[in-house]
Nanobody
């Protein structure tokens, strides 16, 4: 089992930027593709970005493509999400996890709230 702790969220104006971090406690972090998810009020949790074990492959949901960048540091057991040109519709609680089929591999962390509003 891996414990996940997300941080870096906050209130930002439209067009602004945030950088989220997810620290993983556990020795097996580096062998899994990691992903960032988000859940807006009243909506299902969605996967917005993934990154392969070495960091050489990334994939993004169409809604964030060109604005968000996922990265990882396996030595620090941390995955990041750089979010630029934020829009009000990006408002959500953001989580990280390792995708597994249509779900996720580990228990969810507490997430970090991102609010985009003027």
């Amino acid at each position: 089992q891996v414990q996940l702790v997300e941080s870096g969220g906050g209130l930002v104006q439209p067009g602004g930027s945030l950088r989220l971090s997810c620290a993983a406690a556990g020795s097996i972090f580096s062998i899994y593709t990691m992903g960032w998810y988000r859940q807006a009020p009243g909506k299902q949790r969605e996967l917005v970005a993934t990154i392969t074990t070495s960091g050489g492959g990334t994939n993004y949901a169409d809604s964030v493509k060109g604005r968000f960048t996922i990265s990882r540091d396996n030595a620090k057991k941390t995955v990041y999400l750089q979010m630029n040109s934020l829009k009000p519709e990006d408002t959500a609680v953001y989580y990280c996890n390792a995708p597994r089929g249509l779900g996720a591999r580990w228990a969810w962390g507490q997430g970090t709230q991102v609010t985009v509003s003027s």
